[in-house]
């Protein structure tokens, strides 16, 4: 499995940012697609996911619920992340993770197989 992730950034606050997850080597339907994201001194965290089986049933953090969306494109093999409203708290690395089927802790990144590289978002105030 390979996940590539792209369109991490530097941004004012206010701005709005999007991210996209390439994978591959993966039978993409079958899979739950997450985004966590890791600032600097803490812990990875979770962001959002997009539930496995074919549909769109999707789940936020609190933190971000209202203004980031996560969605995927079954024809393209693509998890995106679509951030508004961005704030500088938002600032980290941010991963595009998945796990075979899914995991009513969908929420722990150890649930989670398969890792992308990262891609920076900076947001500033």
């Known amino acids: 499995v390979q996940l590539q992730a792209s369109g991490g950034g530097l941004v004012q606050a206010g701005g709005s940012l999007s991210l996209s997850c390439t994978a591959s080597?993966?039978?993409?339907?079958?899979?739950?697609m997450a985004w966590f994201r890791q600032a600097p001194g803490k812990e990875r965290a979770f962001v959002a996911a997009?539930?496995?089986?074919?549909?769109?049933?999707?789940y936020y953090a609190d933190s971000v619920k209202g203004r980031f969306t996560i969605s995927r494109d079954y024809a393209k093999n693509m998890v995106y992340l679509q951030m508004n409203s961005l704030k500088p708290e938002d600032t980290a690395v941010y991963y595009c993770?998945?796990?075979?089927?899914?995991?009513?802790?969908?929420?722990?990144?150890?649930?989670?197989?398969?890792w992308g590289q990262g891609t920076q978002v900076t947001v500033s105030s």
């Open positions: 997009s539930r496995s089986g074919g549909g769109s049933i999707t």
């Open positions: 993770a998945s796990r075979q089927g899914f995991a009513v802790n969908y929420f722990d990144d150890w649930q989670y197989a398969s």
């Open positions: 080597g993966l039978t993409f339907r079958s899979v739950t």
